[in-house]
C-alpha cells in the first residue's frame, strides 16, 4: 500500500441554471425560453451602464468607429458588408446619436445676439420707412413703373445682405438660403405683377388702383388682404370643406406664431433645427433610392445602399459637430490671433474634406473608374440638393405651424 495519501476531490462548483425553465445556462441568455440573467433587481449603477450601451453603444466600439468614420471614407460601409459588424457601433445608432447631438450644438451655438437693452431683435431690415418701402405690399401700392423698380432693387439688395450675414452659420446657413431664395422669386414676380397692372392701367387710360395696407406686425396676408378664418380665410376647391378647416387652423397658427417672431426670431430658428433630425431621417431612404438607381447593375440589396447612406450622413453630422466645435473655439481665443487664425484654417479644412469626402466614400464603396464615379456624384448631388430645399421649405412651414 503507498503511502501516498489520495488528496480528497474538490467540490464541483453548481451549475447555473435559467430560473424560468431550469435549462443549463451556457451564456447570459438561455437558449430554450430567451431570458436573459440579468433582470431589474440588482445596482442601479450597472442597470444605467446597460442602458447606455444598449441606447448609444457607449463603449470601447464608439473610439473604433468615429476614426474611421471621420476620416477612412467608405470604411465602415466595407466593413459592415464583410461581416465584420459588432466591432462597431451599429449604422443606425450612430446616425441617430450624432444627429442628435449635431442639431442640439447648433441650437445652441448659434443665436440673434441681444440688443443693448436686453431685447432679442427684430425682424426687420434697415428703418421702419425702409422696412415698408422694400416689402412686397410697398410694391403693390407704387404708382408707377419707376416707383417699382426702385423698390424691387432694393429688396433684393436687402435680401443679398441678410444672405452675406448668415454664409458664416453652419448648419443654418442652407435652410435660410433656402427662405430666401423664396423671398427673392417672390418679389420679383410681384414686381412684374404691378408693372403689368400700371402698364394696362395706363394704356386704358385709368387710374391705377391702389389696394390697401397690409399690416406690419408680422400677420400674414393672401390676395392682398390681411388672413382672416371668416372675411379673407384660405381656399382650395379640391379638398373639400373638412381640408379647408383644418388648412385655415393651421394659417391661424402660423398667424399668431409670425408675430411671435418679430419679437424673438430664435423661435423660428430653435423650431427649424429641432426638425431637422427627423427630416434627415425621412430623407435618408429616399437617397439609399438614388443609390440604387445609380446603381443599378451593380446588383447590390437596397439595404446594401442604405448602409452606405447611414454612414455618409453620421460623417455630416459628426463634421458638423467638428465644424461648430472649433467655431466656437476661434470666436473665444479671437483674442489670439495666432491661435484663432490656425483653428479658423482647420475649420475651412474640415469644411472642404465633407464634399471629398462623400466622393472619396462612393468611390470606394462601389468600385466604379473616376469618371463615372465623378458622374453620378454630381447627379446624386443635384437630385439630393433638390430634396433637401423641398424639405428645408416644408420644416421651415411646419415649424412657423408648431413652434
Not at 19 to 43: D, I, S
Not at 151 to 176: H, N, Y
Not at 252 to 264: F, L, S, T, V, W
Not at 345 to 365: D, G, H, S
Request: aromatic letters at 10%; hydrophobic letters at 45%; glycine letters at 8%.
Amino acid at each position: 500500500m503507498s503511502d501516498t495519501a489520495t488528496p480528497p476531490a474538490a467540490p464541483e462548483t453548481e451549475a447555473r441554471r435559467c430560473q424560468n425553465c431550469g435549462e443549463l445556462l451556457l451564456g447570459e441568455h438561455c437558449y430554450a425560453c430567451g431570458q436573459p440573467t440579468k433582470g431589474l433587481v440588482r445596482h442601479f449603477g450597472s442597470i444605467i451602464g446597460d442602458f447606455m450601451d444598449s441606447v448609444f453603444e457607449l463603449d470601447s466600439r464608439i473610439l473604433r468607429t468615429l476614426g474611421p468614420l471621420m476620416f477612412r471614407p467608405g470604411f465602415l460601409s466595407t466593413e459592415y458588408f464583410a461581416g465584420r459588424r459588432v466591432r462597431y457601433v451599429s449604422p443606425v445608432r450612430l446616425f441617430v446619436f450624432l444627429s442628435l447631438f449635431a442639431f442640439f450644438a447648433a441650437q445652441l451655438s448659434f443665436n440673434f445676439d441681444e440688443d443693448d437693452d436686453g431685447e432679442a431683435p427684430k425682424v426687420q431690415v434697415g428703418t421702419e420707412q425702409m422696412r415698408e418701402d422694400r416689402s412686397t405690399g410697398g410694391i403693390r401700392r407704387a404708382t408707377s413703373v419707376a416707383e417699382v423698380e426702385r423698390l424691387r432693387d432694393e429688396a433684393l439688395e436687402a435680401l443679398k445682405e441678410a444672405r452675406g450675414q448668415t454664409t458664416d452659420i453652419p448648419g443654418v446657413d442652407f435652410g435660410v438660403g433656402v427662405g430666401l431664395d423664396v423671398a427673392e422669386k417672390s418679389i420679383a414676380a410681384e414686381a412684374a405683377r404691378r408693372i403689368r397692372e400700371i402698364e394696362q392701367a395706363t394704356a386704358e387710360g385709368r387710374e391705377v388702383p391702389v389696394p390697401p395696407e397690409l399690416p406690419t406686425d408680422g400677420s400674414m396676408s393672401f390676395n392682398g388682404r390681411p388672413w382672416h378664418p371668416v372675411d379673407n380665410p384660405l381656399h382650395i376647391g379640391w379638398i373639400g370643406e373638412g381640408g379647408n378647416a383644418w388648412l385655415n387652423r393651421q394659417a391661424g397658427k402660423a398667424n399668431e406664431n409670425a408675430k411671435r417672431i418679430q419679437g424673438d426670431p430664435n423661435l423660428l430658428k430653435d423650431a427649424f433645427l429641432s426638425t431637422v433630425p427627423t427630416s434627415l431621417f425621412v430623407l435618408l431612404p429616399l437617397f439609399a433610392v438614388f443609390l440604387k438607381l445609380m446603381y443599378v447593375f451593380k446588383r447590390r440589396l437596397y439595404m446594401e445602399h442604405l448602409i452606405v447612406a447611414l454612414h455618409s450622413h453620421a460623417f455630416l453630422c459628426a463634421a458638423l459637430l467638428v465644424v461648430l466645435a472649433l467655431d466656437a473655439l476661434a470666436a473665444w481665443t479671437a483674442g489670439l490671433p495666432w491661435l484663432s487664425r490656425p483653428i479658423g484654417w482647420v475649420e475651412v479644412a474640415m469644411i472642404c474634406w465633407m464634399p471629398a469626402y462623400l466622393l472619396l466614400m462612393q468611390k470606394r464603396v462601389y468600385g466604379q473608374g473616376w469618371i463615372m464615379t465623378l458622374l453620378k456624384y454630381w447627379v446624386l448631388g443635384t437630385a439630393y440638393l433638390f430634396l433637401i430645399s423641398l424639405g428645408a421649405t416644408l420644416n421651415l412651414l411646419v415649424s412657423l405651424v408648431n413652434m
